[in-house]
């Protein structure tokens, strides 16, 4: 049976994201696992709950998560689009900034020792990293560019036996789109990764 997920330091639920408690705490199980075979990293921070979740599991193990987002907001997330919140635009900028919320929600919650954000697209940041990975949670754009992008980038920096996490995997195109549900199958089909745990739309894989 699953481990409870670890107590949080604030009401997650005034932190604005699409996670569920659930997968949140499955996030947590895959990178206390992972931290102890490289780093953690997620790709897709909005204004940081996820990034609560999985800081305080790397929290408690002494680990850090590094977490990329450009803080532009994705596709869905601009204005007339179905994923636009007003408040998270900045009328000087003419553009959205969620990095501010992130900063906020981080300290409040204790973890701007072990949460470190990073400000860039995501493919850049990829291509200049060097460390070895234990855990990868790709959450990122959902254009089918941004989600290959991610999984080609990212996953050849994660350990043998790391785990990669993977959200908004829809199986029904009915339930929502689908370029991370098709790397999620692209991962499986390359024989490199095994599936270890489903939850809602998260899936967790094992390096292999
Ligand atoms: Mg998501």
Redesign the pocket.
């Known amino acids: 049976m699953a481990k409870p997920p670890l107590p949080l330091p604030l009401d997650i639920d005034q932190i604005k994201g ?2 569920d408690p659930a997968e949140g705490a499955a996030l947590q199980r895959a990178a206390i696992e992972g931290a102890g075979l490289g780093g953690c990293l997620e790709i ?1 921070a909005y204004c940081g709950k996820s990034a609560i979740y999985i800081g305080v599991a790397c929290q408690s193990v002494g680990a850090v998560l590094f977490s990329i987002d450009h803080h532009r907001g994705s596709e869905e997330n601009q204005p007339g689009w179905a994923y636009h919140d007003a408040e998270l635009w900045d009328a000087a900028q003419g553009a959205m900034d969620t990095l501010p919320h992130l900063r906020r929600n981080l300290r409040a919650a204790g973890l701007e020792e072990t949460v470190i954000p990073i400000v860039g697209r995501s493919a850049t940041v990829a291509a200049h990293w060097g460390g070895r990975l234990g855990f990868l949670f790709i ?1 990122g754009g959902h254009t089918l560019e941004a989600a290959l992008n991610d999984y080609r980038g990212w996953t050849p920096h994660l350990a043998q036996g790391g785990l990669l996490a993977i ?2 995997v829809f199986p029904n195109p009915a339930d929502g789109g689908r370029p991370p549900f098709e790397i999620y199958q692209r991962a499986l089909a390359s024989d490199l990764f095994a599936e270890v745990e489903a939850v809602k739309s998260l899936r967790v894989l094992r390096r292999l």
Do not use: M
Request: aromatic content about 16%.
């Open positions: 699409f996670l897709g959450d959200h908004d």
